[in-house]
């Protein structure tokens, strides 16, 4: 079975310091992972993903993610957080065999706190 | 660029009644995700749709249902509403198989007194 995990339920950073935002998963076959960031009363806003090709996954608002097959582990972060980041953070991950669905399993989610 | 549309954004029902969330996917997508977000926690995979038909079913209740129509767009239809129904119903759509990043609309407030 699929699972997702984000060990914290939330993550404090000083604006201006770097941030990272932790996420490990379990799947059967190749991982497929997403990062979505959700502000509130507010959809979900697709942040990055890795399907296969370099570890490090560059994608929108300057984050960034590294995929670790050894530890499954993605791990979001950012070289310089700002207050407007301040959000809810959900990792997710799907199973990259053909004959899935395209469902995601979300982890729990990490709210981020970014201090001025 | 257009983005995934959900009718309405708020809805308040009674216990028993029923009530029916439409998802209007981005253009040219053929896929289309139902998830449920309960207060303070993480989406849940109801169902989704490929090409107008059924291609996974995950937690949805007997009581609901939903279906693709001949223009993509999908609607949940919720019967005999529970207080523990109250949560964010979020339609995602996505392009071709395998499908990628999907792309969520902002989501149905739905609140059962």
């Known amino acids: 079975a699929q699972s997702v995990a984000q060990p914290e339920d939330q993550v404090n950073v000083a604006e201006g310091n770097p941030l990272t935002v932790k996420c490990t998963y379990s799947?059967?076959?190749?991982?497929?992972l997403f990062w979505y960031v959700q502000y509130p009363n507010r959809g979900l806003q697709f942040l990055l993903k890795?399907?296969?090709?370099?570890?490090l996954v560059k994608g929108s608002y300057g984050f960034e993610a590294e995929f670790n097959k050894s530890q499954t582990s993605f791990h979001l972060k950012k070289p310089s957080a700002l207050v407007s980041d301040s959000a809810l953070y959900f990792c997710a991950v799907r199973d990259g065999g053909s004959s899935n669905t395209g469902k995601l399993i979300f982890g729990q989610g990490t709210t981020l706190q970014v201090k001025p | 660029a257009a983005g995934v549309i959900q009718s309405p954004r708020h809805l308040i029902k009674e216990k028993r009644e029923t009530a029916t969330l439409k998802c209007y996917p981005i253009?040219?997508?053929?896929?289309v995700y139902w998830y449920q977000q309960g207060p303070g926690q993480d989406p849940q995979f109801l169902i989704s749709?490929?090409?107008?038909?059924?291609?996974d079913k995950g937690s949805i209740p007997d009581r609901f249902s939903a279906q693709q129509f001949s223009d993509y767009h999908s609607e949940l239809n919720m019967s005999s509403l529970e207080l523990g129904d109250s949560a964010l119903y979020f339609c995602?759509?996505?392009?071709?198989?395998?499908?990628?990043?999907?792309?969520f609309g902002p989501g149905t407030r739905l609140t059962v007194t």
């Open positions: 890795y399907i296969t090709g370099d570890n």
């Open positions: 253009p040219r997508h053929d896929t």
């Open positions: 799947v059967s076959g190749n991982p497929y």
């Open positions: 995602a759509s996505s392009r071709g198989r395998p499908a990628y990043e999907q792309y």
């Open positions: 749709f490929y090409e107008k038909m059924q291609s």
